[in-house]
């Protein structure tokens, strides 16, 4: 298993899942599955090519984006209470619709210049079983599902769940191997269709729908960005 000589590193959107896949990623290199490039302060930023072979980029709704982006804000503002009482605002949409459209131009520049692994962020939840699946497609097999039940285990969205609530509001980070922030893992049943509704809903889907049209990428790709 360790003679696979592919280099892997990692980026994507904030809120888009990276910080899971950092895990596991990290659980298999330790393991000597894989090689894993931990470069955890370019997580959310251009990747260069040159340093790993393939890039892992985890792909989410910009939508669900959007407001998990609104719902850490707020925990950074001591005003998470807000998230279960009240809906999303126009300046707050643009706000967060401006910061992803800066992160997303790097993150498509990191498409352009690597090769990469692309992950569907509605298939990865909780199932790393598609992650390893994924991997193996690129860089051939190297024995992932070996550790499927210790990675299911060690950092379900549950387990996570747990580590979080202790930490506080998210601008908290765990300095342990986990990195969650507090407020993480969101545990209540507001969605995009709950709390943007009318003109705004219409608004948003019409400025996503531009920024992801702008990148030229392809078809089957800006459907993954656009849900």
Not at 173 to 187: A, P, V
Request: proline content about 2%.
């Amino acid at each position: 298993m360790e003679g696979n000589k592919e280099v892997l590193g990692l980026t994507g959107i904030g809120r888009s899942g990276t910080t899971w896949v950092m895990q596991i990623l990290n659980h298999l290199s330790s393991k000597k599955l894989i090689k894993f490039l931990n470069y955890f302060g370019s997580f959310h930023g251009y990747w260069p090519p040159g340093n790993a072979t393939y890039v892992v980029i985890p792909i989410r709704n910009l939508q669900d984006i959007l407001v998990s982006r609104w719902r850490v804000d707020l925990s950074d503002k001591n005003r998470y209470e807000e998230v279960e009482k009240r809906k999303i605002t126009l300046d707050e949409a643009d706000y967060h619709l401006t910061e992803i459209n800066k992160q997303m131009e790097l993150i498509v520049q990191t498409m352009k210049d690597n090769k990469v692994i692309l992950l569907e962020y509605e298939k990865m939840f909780d199932n790393p079983k598609y992650v390893f699946e994924k991997i193996e497609s690129k860089i051939g097999y190297c024995g992932l599902n070996s550790e499927l039940n210790n990675v299911e285990e060690k950092y379900s969205f549950k387990r996570n769940s747990e580590r979080a609530k202790d930490l506080g509001e998210y601008r908290n980070m765990s300095d342990d191997e986990f990195k969650l922030h507090g407020r993480h893992c969101y545990l209540g049943n507001k969605n995009f269709d709950s709390l943007v509704t009318g003109y705004l809903k219409l608004h948003i889907e019409h400025k996503i729908d531009d920024m992801v049209k702008g990148f030229n990428l392809s078809e089957k790709t800006s459907k993954k960005f656009k849900g």
